[in-house]
């Protein structure tokens, strides 16, 4: 324990007198009396504590003004920071996955500005429901005869099993009982929404006849999980939704498909790897189909429940609708994001996920060029060359599918990790920070999702 030394404390300086140096006039206009009070308050106690602790003030305690100053902007930042996905992974969950299209943006704003026709149905003055417009939009999409929006896909596959097999037994495959990440297990949400699940088949391989020896009489659905997140390889069979369709159909036992991401436009044509598209499993049959809204689909966050009309009419009037529904500005954004697909041949421009997963490679080396000499010169200490890359889809999507990109990267000349580490560390300090990838020894900037190049210069060159 080191002695206290009183004479110490008393050079903490009291609250007013901090408060009436001209130092702290800009400080209290720019952020207020009570702020500041409450950060000044805050370093006092630090002060005190650091001289009962380590006998002396803290290396700040020269200049309070600063340390105030530093303090309040520190708190000032916000925890939604933007950033340069420059990762690779186009839709990053923890980056918020799709960024969205201008359209969407422009309609959060106008439905954030004034009050709007919610749940209000102009016709006749009454009120209306809050999904019908976006559920006309979605019918159209994907030729389901109705639709039901809720916050996200895992609150989407609640409500579908929680309202249409609560009490009752559904039949999964088990190579579909699938994490999708965090706390989402298929056979816990079961549990959650009141169901009894009845596993069928094997990991590897699952039949037709698994399906039918499973149902009885306590059976209240048959479920399909696409395994978005990971890939079974060699001896494998699966029952697809269409032939599960029809086992339904046969056995009057509607059939529900958890897509995850699932997309509106056939991916193939552009080059990209073929995901499962929603108006497929509707017109196969089935009863019920889900999927992400910030996915693929490169809207806001939102689950997505597309099919049959009486099925969708029982979500819509499950108590959990009301726990689970989404907001006017998530649903405006959706809304905007799905009239973008109404005019289909100009969706890669559109809709920012498209046009960053369909980037000519040329395009990504082209701008490669443009920036490495001004990174060679202002590092070096790096190796830094244009090198080959594989960008990622993200987000459970097409977990084997990689994306050919250009990087930027950063061997450090010393060898070592540190330097690595060091240069990552700084770019996440930055304005708008940077984050890229660290493999292999080097520090990997994919060019992939590098839309703002003049802003990118800037930050990181000044
Ligand atoms: C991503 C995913 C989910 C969860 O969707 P969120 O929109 O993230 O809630 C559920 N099921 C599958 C198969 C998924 O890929």
Known sequence: MT????????????????????????????????????????????????????????????????????????????????????????????????????????????????????????????????????????????????????????AA??????????????????????????????????RQAGCTLHEVGTTNRTHPRDYRAAISERTGLLMKVHTS??????????????????????????????????????????????????????ASGVSLVSFSGDKLLGGPQAGIIVGKRELIAKLQQHPLKRALR????????????????????????SLPTLRLLTRERDDIHAQGERLLT???????AFTVRLENCLSQIGSGSLPVDRLPSHALTFTPNDGRGATLDALAQGWRRLERPILGRIYDGRLWLDLRCLEDEAQFMESVLK
Not at 88 to 109: D, K, M, P, W, Y
Not at 157 to 182: C, D, H, P
Request: hydrophobic residues 45%; aromatic residues 4%.
């Open 3 to 154: 002695p206290e030394n009183p004479s110490l404390f008393s050079q903490i300086p009291a609250t007013d007198r901090l408060l009436r140096d001209p130092a702290f006039t800009s400080l209290i206009d720019h952020a207020g009396h009570s702020q500041v009070v409450t950060v000044v308050r805050q370093l006092q106690a630090e002060a005190r504590a650091a001289i009962r602790e380590q006998g002396e003030l803290p290396a700040w305690g020269a200049d309070w003004a600063q340390a105030v100053a530093g303090r309040l902007s520190a708190e000032a930042q916000s925890p939604l920071r933007p950033v340069f996905n420059l990762t690779g992974t186009v839709l990053h969950t923890n980056l918020g996955r799709a960024i969205q299209a201008e359209a969407a943006v422009a309609a959060v704003s106008q439905v954030m500005r004034a009050p709007v026709t919610l749940e209000y149905s102009l016709d006749d003055a009454g009120r209306g429901h809050r999904d019908r417009g976006l559920a006309d939009l979605l019918c159209r999409l994907t030729g389901a005869e109705d639709a039901c929006i809720v916050n996200n896909n895992a």
């Open 157 to 190: 596959v609640l409500l579908m099993l929680a309202a249409t097999a609560n009490g009752k037994e559904v039949v999964v495959s088990r190579g579909e009982l699938v994490e999708i990440g965090g706390a989402f297990r298929i056979p816990d949400v079961m």
């Open 229 to 282: 997140n990971y890939s079974v390889e060699g001896f494998t069979k699966a029952v697809d939704e269409a032939e599960l369709a029809a086992i339904g159909q046969e056995q009057g036992i509607p059939v529900v498909a958890d897509l995850g991401s699932g997309s509106l436009v056939d991916l193939s044509q552009y080059g990209l790897p073929k995901e499962p598209m929603p108006q497929a499993l509707i």
């Open 326 to 349: 989404a907001d006017k500005m998530t649903l405006a954004a959706l809304e905007a994001t799905l009239r973008l697909y109404l005019h289909p041949e100009k969706l890669r421009q």
């Open 374 to 380: 001004a990174f060679q010169v202002h590092y070096p």
